[in-house]
């Protein structure tokens, strides 16, 4: 459907249930001259069901700058161009944002319609009681980063929200544990469809639930209540320590680069972090 003003409309789609599709989005993607989509296999379907045949093209990551720059031109040309991620609200931890700070840097209108988003779903469905929370997206891969993230959030008075695969969930847990130990917690899985679950309760005990399951399945959010006044700063262990220092000195980082980062990531005092850097110095 072409205008004499072209726009970018950023549409989320289920994250789950594909009934959750709003009219409005529903209506922009019937009346889009092209959608551009994460995976074009996940939003055919979903286009499919609904009974929608507009041309649909890959935009994910690994082509986001070849094909950005296609978005605007059809923008300019005056077509209706719409986005989709693979669930959710694009945008929320996907290419999204590069592609609507492309459209605001090109000066084309961008539209963004309100939508499911997975993060926002969990917050409420945990039962927390906190009316603030932090999105942080998804879990470092490492171990030793994990564990420095928490120690950075230890004190943020607010709901702390991360995703996380679900052949990780266990190892994520054991990390954040170390920090955490007294946390209550709550692992959504599987939100807004048929198996949907939210297993709640002290980090011991959800963590214990999962590693006594055979498999676990599906898209993960967790969330971490807040500290309580009675929380005491973590004892850290100087091997955890001494491996974080160790890799960051395999990036090439100064003595006092590493010293900084330690105390930064882990809030340990500058003595002891000159100590560790000392320490896991490697011999030239």
Known sequence: MQDEHGKLLIVPTPIGNLGDITYRSREALADSDVIYAEDTRITGKLLANIGISSPLVRLDENVMLERAPEVIAHVRAGETVSYCTDAGMPGVSDPGLRLVAFAHEEGVPVEVLPGASASTVAYVASG????????????????????????QLRTLDAALIFYESPHRICAALEAIEEVFPSRT??????????????????????????????????????????????????????ELLVSRALELYADNLTSRDVRRALQDEFGVSKNRAYDIAVQAKPSA
Request: overall charge negative.
């Open 128 to 151: 927390t009681t906190c009316p603030r929370f932090f999105f942080g997206a998804f879990l470092p891969r490492k171990r030793s980063e994990t564990i420095a993230l928490m120690g």
């Open 185 to 238: 917690i709550a692992v959504c899985r599987e939100l807004t469809k048929l198996h949907e679950e939210i297993v709640r309760g002290a980090i011991q005990d959800v963590r214990a639930d999962l590693e006594a399951r055979e498999s676990i399945r599906g898209e993960i959010v967790l969330v971490i209540w807040p500290p309580d006044s009675t929380e005491a700063a973590p004892t850290l262990d100087e």
